[in-house]
Nanobody
Framework: QVEVKESGGGSAQYGGSLELSCGAS????????MAWFRQVPGKEREGVAR????????VYLDSVQGRFSIFRAVTGSAVRLVLKNLRSEDTAMYYC????????????????????WGQGTQVTVSS
């Protein structure tokens, strides 16, 4: 069983920045994939960004492209998500997800593409 734990998040002003961190309890290897999803009540969980742990190849949701950046740790299975130029619509619960078998090709993917999940961390953007 892989444990996934997020940290960071909180509140920010419109146009501000936040940073989220996530670590997995085991090394998922160079072919593994880690991602961030977000969800608001009543809506489906949507993929925000994902990264291939070995290559650093990243894919983003269109609406966050150029504002959010995902980084992987040099060693171990950990990622950061840097959120800049925050908008009200970025308010959501953010979840870290792990896919040891690899990333979906060319997309962040859907929830069912990821096997392990964190408990989530809230991001709230106020105007």
């Amino acid at each position: 069983q892989v444990e996934v734990k997020e940290s960071g998040g909180g509140s920010a002003q419109y146009g501000g920045s936040l940073e989220l961190s996530c670590g997995a309890s085991v090394n998922i290897g160079n072919t593994g994939c880690m991602a961030w999803f977000r969800q608001v009540p009543g809506k489906e969980r949507e993929g925000v960004a994902r990264i291939v742990m070995g290559t650093g190849s990243a894919v983003y949701l269109d609406s966050v492209q150029g504002r959010f950046s995902i980084f992987r740790a040099v060693t171990g299975s950990a990622v950061r998500l840097v959120l800049k130029n925050l908008r009200s619509e970025d308010t959501a619960m953010y979840y870290c997800a792990v896919a040891p078998q690899g990333c979906p090709r060319g997309t962040v993917g859907r929830s069912f593409d990821y096997e392990y999940w964190g408990q989530g961390t809230q991001v709230t953007v106020s105007s």
